[in-house]
């Protein structure tokens, strides 16, 4: 059993129940009933919870005339997402602007969150950058069947001549099943290595030595943030219908 933190510990201890409920509805049986929540679990809905918080906060300190410190934080990732979006998407995709904001904004919650002393990135977990993929793979062939339509949309995968269609067609479709896991591998590999060198460092002189590298895994992990929305971004502009 891996070692629960304290946010797993009280989750396994008073939320066991609705836990073995939901699973045993899934047709999942835990190996330890009694433990039935996971650290990557509870951090994600911790994280989920803190980013509600966060906007809860944010929202009725929006103003026009008088903006403070923490709206001005978020509008400059507001506008940074905006013109990004414009850029790789153009300006049809800012409609999808709530979408790639969302994800950029989780991811990089998740990825800081392990900063804290006692809490755990979530993202160092296989799983949720998996679940994170998933969303984005999902989300980008819906854009491009409900924009180009479901025949024009499979067409794009035949490539640009039809006597090659039979040698593009699987070779197109590989690619795109690939890219979930480009994104998983990408964004796991990132933040566990990044955990464990920080992690490390802290045992040997929590203090002082670990900071550099604390510095590093903040940078990386919002770096990787951006490259996931930003990725997120590309795909939908690729199955978006253009005039050329």
């Known amino acids: 059993m891996e070692h629960e933190i304290w946010l797993t510990v009280l989750f396994n201890k008073f939320l066991a129940g609705p836990a073995n409920a939901v699973l045993n509805w899934a047709g999942v049986h835990p190996e330890n009933p009694a433990h039935p929540w996971t650290n990557f679990v509870t951090m994600e809905i911790f994280v989920a919870a ?14 026009m005339d008088r903006p403070g ?22 300006h049809a995709g800012l409609r999808y602007l709530g979408f790639f904001g969302t994800l950029f904004i989780f991811i990089m919650f998740a990825n800081l969150i392990g900063l804290i002393p006692t809490l755990e990135s ?15 793979f999902f989300y980008y062939n819906y854009v491009g069947f409900s924009t180009q339509g479901p025949l024009t949309y499979l067409r794009h995968f035949t490539g640009p001549m039809p006597a090659l269609a039979p040698l593009m067609f699987p070779i197109e479709i590989i690619s795109n ?16 290595a990044g955990e464990q060198v920080t992690m490390a460092f802290m045992g040997l002189i929590p203090i ?9 895994h903040a940078f990386v992990g919002i770096l990787q943030a951006y490259v996931f929305a930003l990725l997120a971004m590309v795909y939908v502009g690729d199955v978006m219908p253009h005039e050329h």
């Open 177 to 192: 099943l690939a890219r979930p896991l480009s994104l998983t591998v990408r964004l796991y590999a990132n933040m566990f």
């Open 208 to 216: 002082i030595l670990p900071m550099p590298f604390m510095a590093l």
């Open 122 to 136: 979530p993202t160092m977990f296989a799983a949720v950058p998996l679940g994170c993929a998933i969303c984005a």
């Open 50 to 63: 803190l980013i509600i918080v966060t906007f809860g906060i944010l929202r009725p300190r929006l103003s």
């Open 69 to 90: 410190q923490f709206q001005h934080t978020f509008e400059i990732v507001y506008n940074f997402l905006h013109s990004t979006t414009e850029d790789v998407v153009g």
